[in-house]
């Protein structure tokens, strides 16, 4: 099956402006199951929105205290910005690109037919296909694992001395993954995506207040903070650096945005650029808020995720309900996370087993709808509950996957779809993007990988951390 959209000839010919504004849907002849089931194009620029938020804006901004214990107030700061401003125009730079396509009447729905199309079959099959399937579906191991953390937080809070595992808490929220996961297409998670913006800003201000608390209370003024950076040799700094990089990165990274925009009705001219401004004014209301009062709340003392340093030795520093409802807040969000990083997969599968001639809800594709998406959630869950350092090796799929993807890929796209001049701003703005990104991209895997020969001493498999 095609996986582009053609749309009428006669819209080529007037210059794709026509094409721009028809309403038209994709002829439905010429898609695939995955991409006429699961990326239905029905959405606005509002629903837009809710995905982009919920696929960045999720939990693991709460390691962002802990990414700046590695750089100090100044480099933590600046990382944020620059961040923040290199995936905002890198987006937007994507979504241009693919409004250029939906212009031409080759409107793209994947971040694979993009590949296809502008650096040919081979990339898009070998290599961005692979590194956006290893990404999104470690982040759904990840949040599961996640899940199953914040799970066991609460239990531990409220029954101190009991005695179940961590394993049965990644299982209990695998088990919650297995009825989202039958959720029939991106589009339909619109009004949970909704709910997932308004959960990411309740326990970002809750961590937020917590952190200024403890911060401010005489407990901690007893415990001098220290800002300096860890590490015993230069050495140990300058990879803790390049660790806080990758961590900042995968933290605003995304990897589906043309995944996103296909869920968008045509016209899609303007509406990402709408989305992802409700995006970044969440992110500017949570990313900064979260890491600068988590660092100056705890110093170098901030743990992989904040919501740890609520607690002390098995005592909450703050009242038990606010550090429970935080943790029921996030454990809510991370399961709309898991679910929208689960749709390249579901769209995968319903290519491979769908039927596109058949009704979306015949018996011929619920079945292996059922039964496909249900055994990729418990191969996610076993692997989460298997290997808790999933974070080690997440941090390596994070230089690997999410830096190329989002700050690499989108400036290259743009470059060989509109050949800005070689003497223009633009063109020398993409390739130094491109350039610099790609060295820290590199580093980052090295700095990864080290990090994981470092703490190998500590794997075991179901391991109760």
């Known amino acids: 099956m095609a996986v582009t959209v053609e749309t009428d000839p006669k819209l080529q010919q007037d210059g794709g402006a026509a094409a721009a504004a028809s309403p038209d849907p994709p002829q439905k002849a010429e898609l695939d199951a995955g991409a006429l089931f699961v990326l239905e194009s029905k959405g606005s620029w509002v629903h837009c929105g809710y995905h982009l938020t919920t696929s960045i804006v999720a939990p693991p901004l709460l390691s962002l205290p802990f990414a700046l214990t ?49 650096l040919g079959p081979r990339w898009g099959r070998y290599y961005v296909g692979p590194i956006q399937f290893m990404v999104c579906y470690g982040a759904v191991v990840a949040c599961t694992l996640l899940g199953g953390q914040c799970m066991k937080a609460i239990y531990v809070l409220s029954k101190p001395d009991g005695t179940l595992k961590l394993y049965v808490f990644v299982t ?156 029921v807040f996030t454990i809510l969000q991370l399961s709309a996370v898991a679910v929208v990083y689960l749709q390249p997969t579901n769209e995968v599968l319903e290519g491979t087993f769908g039927d596109p001639t058949s009704k979306q809800f015949s018996v011929r594709n619920v079945v292996p709808r059922v039964v496909s998406r249900s055994l990729s959630v418990v191969v996610a869950t076993v692997v989460a509950a298997m290997l808790p350092f999933f974070g080690d090796i997440n941090a390596l799929i994070g ?67």
């Open 399 to 465: 230089a690997f996957g999410f830096i190329p993807l989002d700050f690499i890929l989108p400036v290259v796209f743009y470059n060989l779809t509109f050949k800005p001049s070689k003497r223009s701003i633009v063109f020398w703005l993409n390739s130094t993007i491109a350039v610099v990104f790609s060295a820290v991209g590199a580093i980052a895997a090295v700095a990864a990988v080290r990090q994981m020969s470092l703490d190998a001493k500590t794997y075991r498999l179901f391991a109760n951390v």
């Open 172 to 327: 209990i929220f695998g088990c919650f993954m297995l009825i989202l996961a039958q959720i029939p297409s991106f589009h339909s998670l619109r009004h949970i995506n909704l709910v997932s913006l308004l959960l990411c800003l309740a326990y970002s201000a809750c961590a937020t207040a917590a952190s200024i608390h403890i911060g401010s209370s005489s407990s901690s003024s007893s415990q001098p903070k220290e800002y300096s950076l860890p590490g015993d040799s230069t050495q140990d700094r300058l990879f803790g650096i390049f660790n806080a990089i990758a961590i900042i990165g995968t933290t605003y990274g995304n990897g589906i945005i043309p995944e996103i925009q296909a869920t968008v009705a045509a016209p899609v001219k303007g509406k990402m650029f709408k989305g992802l401004c409700i995006c970044y004014a969440v992110i500017l209301a949570t990313f900064f808020s979260v890491g600068v009062s988590g660092y100056w709340a705890f110093g170098n003392r901030a743990d992989g995720l904040v919501l740890s340093n609520f607690v002390d030795n098995g005592r909450p520093l703050v009242p038990k309900w606010f550090v429970l409802m935080t943790n």
């Open 70 to 118: 590695l750089l100090g107030w100044a480099g933590g700061i600046v990382s944020l910005v620059v961040a923040a401003l290199v995936t905002f125009y890198s987006y937007n730079l994507l979504s241009l690109v693919l409004e250029h396509h939906a212009a031409m009447g080759r409107r793209q729905l994947r971040f694979r037919d993009m590949a296809n199309q502008i």
